[in-house]
């Protein structure tokens, strides 16, 4: 089913990274020639990890950004990943500039890979408490899918992947397809029992996480190990412990002899032809010689991550689509939300003073969300998850100066006491006035406009933060937990690397952009699934159900491109 | 004011020991940002030495990538910003000044004891100017990092392990 001249694809699919990779993969598989396109370099397994082994002291500046850098990137510079061992996977502030109408604190990853290289690889699924939000709730619109529509794609992900968790058997974090779980730390446990016994609906879980615990055919096949806990991931990982797309899923595509893949590719527009009223292909600028080309499909996959891909469908315009691609009613930019992490509370324990812990561990404790989930307790919409970890840490004693500091240091002896930490992680509301656009004037060097971001928290984001420090002193003091503190971190939406939305899903097409498999309305066969789709936020880290509404979405594509049925 | 009078007198006894083995300054790498005289790179390598002396008798041999004084240097030139900077290299001019002008002699010269008097009282007197003191409290800072960070101190005293393949969440503390 290909037309084979250098520009002619079957597929095109928009972005490299976790959910490119993936429509990439699925489309490959089935015989689909695909051009993969990404407006960054190659990134390849392994090879191209230049820190990956390297020991903390072998770093000039051991770990710590030069001022000039920060001083150049600021909003990179304060996401928690952006170091010495990693920068080099980071989007630098001048490298693509944007517009911050509000501050909007926005953290790219341009390379083949993308975000998947430097993620924090927490994979939790949904649940029906999380897709009937907005129709229960009275927010944005109903999601057109429910749990059981996305839950076989969840376990294909998480068996292609590889995720290590327990079978909790809680069904406002349903259950996968795990390997198995690293230890929870004697606090940790402890915490999760006084919960048990206080509060019959709150759960301190393992974090489920996209590692290797044990081995499986199908991981030999994709050419990774074990992980081995060095818990330096955002490097790349040479044994391929844990998921990112360039051990796993372009390498899988790229073995079916399906693929091509075209780096330094930035995607200017896609092209919509008024006659046969479809899009037939986009429009590529080369990032290093800005030379423009077209590449040519039937089918394309939006994948350049949220707001990348709200950016190429608003400067697709055409005499049909004036104000960007499918955008009928005023829609595309609109109800971006993301995730509330400004909320943190740590303390102290003085129990299990004899006991530590050996070893690393690339995951820690989570509470799934237990505000709201049965029925609208509290004068705020939603709720928030949350991190809990416990961990003792060696004090060093640098007291005095000659022969005394030194033996100071080196009499390291009993551990400090545990400390407990928790961050949220608040659903916020999409809405209307939360937006992404283009601007006028200004464009970046490949001849883009520059996006427009004016997205801000509300009223309900403050009140849950309250609830947070409220709900989780009281648990910390029922715990036993002292020199308990609080810390509203301040940081500006977009540092929790959880911009969604902008070209929601929905059922109907005056007040969505994509219908239930991931089309345009207005432009069937173009598909969004990355970020973008996202209807509402609920409190998971997101990119599980990226992957798998992209896995079900480019399945439903190729039955479609099969039976003649793409066009509208 | 006693205990320079100590310094002095220990200065007497231990004149003409040459006490602080020397970092050979031709080898320096460039700090752009801090625009330092050969003399000026030399007393940061023997303070960093007097405020954290390694080699001693019975005491672990710690192997760094670089020599303690390019570590400080480095990371002041590098990573701090250029008022902090600036208060840095003011601190050790009057850190220079103070050691000739108080004790007569370079720093040099003085003896273990005598520098550790000495960095106690630039860093107990409050009648100092407070660059001096950032001056010598960055340098010990970094000084204490370089170790703290050091292949040796990690994983002989912080329990380090590269890839450890193991997480144990409840052993007994040893």
């Known amino acids: 089913m290909s037309d084979q001249t250098a520009h002619h694809f079957d597929a095109i699919v928009i972005g490299a990274g976790m959910t490119g990779g993936w429509a990439a993969k699925e489309l490959c598989e089935q015989g689909v020639k695909t051009l993969l396109l990404e407006r960054g370099r190659n990134v390849e397994h392994i090879k191209d990890y230049p820190t990956t082994n390297m020991r903390p002291w072998e770093f000039p500046h051991r770990g710590q950004i030069p001022q000039e850098v920060r001083e150049a990137h600021p909003v990179v510079s304060r996401c928690y990943a952006f170091r010495e061992d990693a920068m080099h996977f980071f989007v630098k502030d001048q490298e693509h500039p944007y517009v911050q109408e509000k501050p909007f604190d926005w953290i790219r990853g341009y390379q083949v890979g993308g975000k998947s290289i430097m993620w924090a690889r927490q994979v939790q699924r949904w649940s029906d408490y999380d897709f009937e939000g907005p129709a229960r709730d009275g927010f944005a619109v109903d999601w057109p899918i429910r749990y059981k529509d996305l839950a076989p794609w969840y376990s294909k992900v998480e068996q292609f992947i590889g995720v290590s968790g327990n079978k909790d058997g809680l069904d406002m974090l349903p259950d996968g397809e795990f390997l198995k779980a690293w230890e929870l730390n004697c606090v940790e446990k402890y915490f999760q029992s006084v919960l048990r016994q206080h509060y019959p609906n709150r759960h301190m879980i393992y974090g489920r996480c996209a590692h290797l615990t044990e081995n499986r055919p199908i ?97 697709s315009t055409s005499g049909r689509f004036p104000n960007g691609l499918g955008n009928d009613y005023d829609l595309l930019g609109r109800y971006v939300a993301f995730h509330n992490y400004r909320g943190k509370i740590s303390a102290q324990y003085e129990g299990f003073p004899g006991r530590t812990t050996e070893g690393k561990r690339p995951t820690s404790g989570y509470l799934p969300r237990f505000r709201n989930v049965y029925r609208q307790e509290t004068d705020f919409l939603r709720g928030y998850a949350a991190g809990f970890g416990a961990t003792r840490s060696i004090p060093v004693n640098s007291e005095g100066f000659g022969e005394e500091l030194l033996l100071n240091l080196l009499d390291t002896g009993a551990e400090g006491p545990w400390r407990v930490n928790s961050h949220m992680m608040g659903e916020t509301i999409p809405k209307k006035d939360n937006t992404v656009s283009l601007d006028d004037t200004q464009k970046d060097e490949w001849g883009v406009p520059l996006l427009k971001v004016n997205i801000a928290y509300d009223d309900n984001d403050e009140k849950m933060l309250q609830d947070f420090f409220e709900q989780f002193t009281h648990m910390y003091e029922k715990a036993g937990f002292t020199n308990i503190q609080t810390r509203d971190t301040h940081q500006a939406p977009g540092l929790d690397i959880h911009e969604m939305g902008g070209v929601r899903m929905g059922h109907d097409p005056k007040t969505s952009m994509l219908n239930k498999w991931n089309q345009l309305h207005a432009c069937p066969n173009v598909f969004v699934t990355d970020g973008a789709c996202m209807t509402s936020t609920a409190t998971q880290n997101p990119s599980l159900t990226f992957m798998a509404l992209t896995a079900r979405a480019a399945n439903y594509a190729v039955e479609q491109m099969k039976k003649g049925e793409l066009s509208s | 004011m006693k205990r320079r009078k100590a310094i002095q007198n220990l200065a007497l006894i231990s004149a003409g020991m040459a006490l602080l083995p020397g970092c050979d300054f031709e080898q320096w790498p460039v700090f752009e940002n801090l625009m330092l005289e050969k003399d000026q790179l030399r007393l940061v390598d023997q303070l960093t030495r007097a405020i954290l002396p390694q080699g001693g008798e019975g005491m672990p041999v710690v192997s760094t990538p670089e020599p303690t004084a390019h570590f400080v240097l480095r990371m002041v030139n590098d990573c701090y910003d250029a008022r902090d900077a600036r208060r840095y290299v003011a601190g050790l001019k009057l850190f220079q000044q103070y050691v000739q002008d108080t004790y007569k002699t370079s720093f040099k010269s003085l003896n273990p004891q005598q520098h550790v008097l000495l960095l106690t009282e630039v860093q107990t007197d409050e009648h100092l100017p407070k660059s001096l003191k950032y001056f010598l409290s960055t340098t010990k800072n970094l000084s204490v990092r370089h170790f703290t960070t050091s292949e040796y101190f990690m994983k002989n005293h912080l329990r380090y392990e590269f890839a450890p393949g193991r997480y144990l969440g409840c052993v007994a503390e040893s």
């Open chain 1, 219 to 315: 991981f030999q096949q994709q050419g990774r190990t074990l992980c081995l806990a060095r818990n330096i991931c955002q490097r790349g990982c040479p044994y391929g412990g844990y998921f990112n797309a360039n051990s796993t899923l372009i390498p899988w595509a790229a073995k079916t002899g399906n693929l091509t893949l075209r780096p330094h590719s930035v995607v200017h527009s896609i092209i919509f032809d008024e006659q046969a009223n479809q899009a037939t292909g986009v429009r590529v600028i080369d990032a290093q010689t800005k030379e423009s080309t077209e590449y040519f499909a039937k089918l394309i996959f939006v994948n350049a991550a949220a707001l990348n891909t709200n950016l190429i469908l608003l400067n």
